[in-house]
């Protein structure tokens, strides 16, 4: 269930990012920002309220909580405890920092590489936000169908590789320079690596954690 479940939080996740960035921009140019903040703000609890409502794990073990100390330890402490009883722990944190790494970078960017190319503010919310928004999506499912098929260990390593090659696709671009046809292209196999490298990473961080600290492992 991992990499269904890895999918639906990227779907998830990119439509919650499409809300509050081209949404909220919406919302303020026909309404005024006090309307746009009071939107965004009515919307955020929506995810609270769905985790308060999720339930707990089936047999989970009821800790004890009888004092603040006991809450702390169970809450805080023993999550890291446990992580850190695992061989290598230290590799597995360094390997998560550095897997979307490359990503990271690019997407910083990418917005004045584009201007600088020569592409309209136009061109790139056509082609940048709305086309690669369906791409990113597309890929997450994809990327969830190869972890079910191939398992999380190969799929990151598929992922990575795709996600290497959609970086130095960019290089093509800066030579090309201004053209659509190639700017769709990019950031249609840009996206669609990125969605299917995430959608892997939340799986391969879903099966690190202990269902007895979720939260807290999650959260490292």
Avoid at 133 to 146: E, L, P
Wanted: hydrophobic share 55%; net charge positive.
């Amino acid at each position: 269930q991992q990499g269904a479940g890895a999918a639906t939080i990227v779907f998830g996740y990119r439509i919650g990012m499409l809300v509050a960035g081209a949404g909220a921009l919406f919302i303020a140019t026909y309404f005024g920002w006090f309307i746009t903040y009071l939107t965004m703000a009515v919307l955020l609890p929506i995810g609270g309220i769905a985790a308060f409502f999720a339930g707990e794990p089936h047999n989970r073990i009821q800790p004890a909580k009888n004092t603040i100390k006991e809450w702390l330890k169970h809450a805080a402490i023993d999550p890291f405890m446990n992580f850190m009883g695992k061989s290598g722990w230290y590799f597995i944190l360094i390997f998560i920092i550095l897997y979307k790494f490359g990503d990271a970078f690019a997407s910083v960017m990418s917005n004045n590489f584009y201007l600088n190319i020569g592409f309209s503010k136009i061109e790139i919310a056509s082609i940048v936000k709305i086309f690669g928004f369906g791409a990113t999506i597309f890929g997450a499912f994809v990327g969830g169908s190869i972890v079910v098929r191939f398992g999380i260990y190969k799929s990151l390593f598929i992922c990575a590789i795709l996600q290497m090659l959609s970086t130095a696709i960019f290089i093509i671009l800066a030579i090309i320079g201004n053209n659509i046809a190639m700017l769709g292209l990019t950031i249609g196999f840009e996206n669609l690596s990125s969605g299917m490298g995430t959608a892997a990473f939340v799986a391969y961080i879903s099966h690190l954690c202990n269902k007895e600290y979720t939260a807290t492992q999650y959260a490292l």
